[in-house]
């Protein structure tokens, strides 16, 4: 098994452009997250989904981030415009059914530098 | 309110000692427990898990970590360190409903 999928691996921006991340979870998992990681605030759960449905977003920062997952084997997170403070590591893991007793495999992240 | 606890944002322990990573959680329910580890660069790994099984979980690479519902802690250990286990570790609780909690991570240094 491949693993959950994560591109880019490093991405470096300006401030105002948009940037997409991408993630491909576990063939036959129903459920996906994205985190978000800094030295400030930790590891921070940004939105989650269940069976392709966004569950809880409560996470996510601004109206500038939105994330999509149109199947069970894609989904993007996006910000637009992007700023220096979204400058992190963002991680998406994927767990098999999203029940509190399941194990969540992460990706290797994408390292996010916005100039 | 917090959720999880982890006592200690750093410990230093010298090659072949134990290791002790403590976490505390906050719950009215019976909550599922776990320890991910994250080594440089890396995404996180799971150690092992807590899900109202046996209280003693024993995980990869030699961790075990006990679940003292009275103390409402679970600490990690390990009774001998390995170079290889310096990394930081995150103490995880999930709540019925899909809430999950991760700890603020406690970062392992081991000393040669």
């Known amino acids: 098994d491949a693993g959950v999928i994560q591109s880019p691996r490093h991405e470096v921006t300006e401030m105002g452009q948009e940037v997409t991340l991408r993630c491909k979870p576990i063939s036959g998992h129903n459920s996906l997250f994205w985190y978000r990681q800094t030295m400030m605030r930790g590891l921070e759960l940004l939105i989650y989904f269940n069976n392709n449905v966004p569950i809880d977003d409560s996470g996510m920062p601004e109206d500038r981030f939105s994330a999509k997952m149109p199947n069970a084997s894609f989904s993007t997170l996006k910000i637009q415009p992007s700023e220096p403070r979204d400058s992190a590591v963002y991680f998406c893991?994927?767990?098999?059914?999203?029940?509190?007793?399941?194990?969540?495999?992460f990706g290797p992240g994408t390292r996010l530098t916005v100039l | 309110a917090q959720s999880v606890t982890q006592l200690d944002s750093h410990v230093s322990v010298s090659e072949g000692t134990p290791v002790l990573l403590r976490c505390n959680y906050s719950s009215s329910y019976s909550p599922s427990l776990f320890w991910y580890v994250q080594h440089p660069n890396k995404g996180l790994q799971l150690l092992l898990k807590y899900t109202s099984a046996a209280t003693l979980v024993k995980g990869i690479n030699g961790f075990e970590a006990e679940f003292k519902k009275s103390e409402t802690s679970f600490h990690l250990t390990k009774p001998s360190a390995h170079m290889s286990d310096a990394a930081e570790y995150f103490c995880v609780v999930t709540l019925d409903g899909n809430q999950f909690y991760f700890g603020t991570g406690t970062s392992l240094t081991v000393i040669p």
């Open positions: 893991a994927s767990s098999l059914a999203g029940l509190s007793t399941d194990t969540q495999y």
